[in-house]
């Protein structure tokens, strides 16, 4: 509903997290498209937040062979924990890989 994706956009808001795209109703393959051009610019942000919509069976193949998650939720607050689980996640990895290259100097 309208009502659903304004307290969706709030928290992203709220959150500094950009938003490239909404849409209402279900998920397509068109949808998955653009989150794939949007990994080239921001990984981070590549992602599908889908509250309690439809996710077409193409859209989630398209989604899993691009390696685009999608976080499902019918209560926007599991929503919102889901996401902010993947970004901690998100940020341990970036930490650890960025740790294994970096050089620190000797004494």
């Not at 919509?53 to 989630?60: D, G, R």
């Amino acid at each position: 509903t309208l009502g659903s994706l304004e307290a969706l956009l709030a928290f992203l808001k709220q959150m500094k997290i950009p938003v490239a795209s909404i849409a209402l109703g279900p998920m397509h393959k068109k949808h998955i498209t653009s989150v794939i051009a949007m990994k080239e610019r921001s990984p981070k942000y590549a992602l599908v937040l889908a509250f309690d919509v439809e996710i077409t069976k193409e859209a989630e193949e398209m989604a899993k062979k691009a390696n685009i998650p999608i976080f499902k939720a019918k209560i926007i607050y599991h929503l919102f924990d889901s996401f902010q689980r993947h970004m901690e996640e998100y940020q341990a990895r970036i930490t650890e890989a960025n740790r294994q290259i970096a050089s620190f100097p000797t004494i």
